[in-house]
């Protein structure tokens, strides 16, 4: 395995402990879920590439996260707009 394979391994794991620790508003739980797609997108290309797959799918993938990243955001701008902050603990 090369260097990068283990950079991406640390950061998709410092976003995991990101996202775990650091719960307070919602905006930044979805930027820690943006950078563990961007990171495991790199990781699976590094894989493929690897391996001599076809990379097609990255393009799936990649607009499958966009997509979850426009939910996201649309249901926070909403709860922002009803509740008048993006605390997690207001969820209750």
């Given at each position: 395995m090369n260097m990068n394979f283990y950079l991406n391994f640390l950061m998709f794991f410092s976003s995991c402990y990101m996202f775990s620790f650091f719960y307070k508003h919602i905006l930044l739980n979805l930027i820690n879920m943006e950078f563990m797609m961007i990171n495991l997108m790199s990781m699976m290309?590094?894989?493929?590439?690897?391996?001599?797959?076809?990379?097609?799918?990255?393009?799936?993938?990649?607009?499958?996260?966009?997509?979850?990243?426009?939910?996201?955001?649309?249901?926070?701008?909403?709860?922002?707009?009803?509740?008048g902050n993006d605390y997690s603990k207001m969820l209750n």
């Open positions: 290309y590094l894989i493929m590439n690897m391996m001599n797959m076809n990379i097609f799918f990255l393009s799936f993938f990649l607009a499958i996260s966009i997509c979850e990243g426009v939910l996201g955001l649309s249901i926070m701008v909403y709860m922002v707009r009803l509740t």
